[in-house]
């Protein structure tokens, strides 16, 4: 069975930084592309980020390119978002996504952590 | 960067109902096109993919076609747990916008 589970969440200062991981499981992690999206309290979805297989290339939301940046380690399976200079308007639930291997959409998704930027 | 425009934002229906949501992207994209639906405090679950394919475990009620610029999720006969909000969301390029997302809510 899939399973993606996020970590790292919490209450983070205005220009602050945390570190999200997802720890994927009951697929070949290396096979398949991975995404962040996010959703603020009562509001719908945003795509944060894309890493292709191999970590060689990455995609950003304009709203976060510059100050997040995504990651993996196909050795421990586990997907990674660096988030620096936090905002009031970086708040939501971040879900990680797996990409269907033979498709391109997103085929699962994680249960999401929460990220709240407030002083 | 392509838009996606949902339609109608919030829908009322009654089980048996036939829904139909309507979603448009401001440019071709080569049907490459999903669905997902969110019920309260759960992650959103695949419904449809390259615009009219059913995800594995979804009822066969949940159907999808479109073309060019213009898509359209159906629920043929409405059930109770069907009440929750959509979204679609193309993945054409980058970055892969969603729709604003459409609540299904009890008439």
């Known amino acids: 069975e899939v399973q993606l589970v996020e970590s790292g969440g919490g209450l983070v200062q205005p220009g602050g930084s945390l570190r999200l991981s997802c720890e994927a499981s009951?697929?070949?992690?290396?096979?398949?592309?991975m995404n962040w999206v996010r959703q603020a309290p009562g509001k719908g979805l945003e795509w944060v980020a894309h890493i292709t297989y191999s970590g060689k290339l990455t995609f950003y939301a304009d709203s976060v390119r510059g100050r997040f940046t995504i990651s993996r380690d196909n050795a421990k399976n586990t997907l990674y978002l660096q988030m620096n200079s936090l905002r009031a308007d970086d708040t939501g639930l971040y879900y990680c996504?797996?990409?269907?291997?033979?498709?391109?959409?997103?085929?699962?998704w994680g249960q999401g952590t929460l990220v709240t930027v407030a002083s | 960067d392509i838009q996606m425009t949902q339609s109608p934002s919030t829908l009322s229906a009654s089980v048996g109902d036939r829904v139909i949501i309507t979603c448009r992207a401001s440019?071709?994209?080569?049907?490459?096109l999903a669905w997902f639906q969110q019920k309260p405090g759960k992650a959103p679950d695949l419904l449809i993919y390259?615009?009219?394919n059913l995800e594995s475990g979804v009822p066969p009620r949940f159907s999808g076609s479109g073309s060019g610029t213009q898509f359209t999720l159906t629920i043929s006969s409405l059930q109770p747990d069907d009440f929750a909000t959509y979204y679609c969301?193309?993945?054409?390029?980058?970055?892969?916008?969603f729709g604003q997302g459409t609540k299904v809510e009890v008439k």
């Open positions: 969301q193309h993945y054409n390029s980058y970055p892969r916008t």
């Open positions: 996504v797996k990409e269907s291997a033979s498709g391109y959409h997103f085929d699962r």
């Open positions: 440019e071709s994209i080569n049907y490459r």
């Open positions: 390259k615009t009219s």
């Open positions: 009951g697929f070949t992690f290396s096979y398949n592309e």
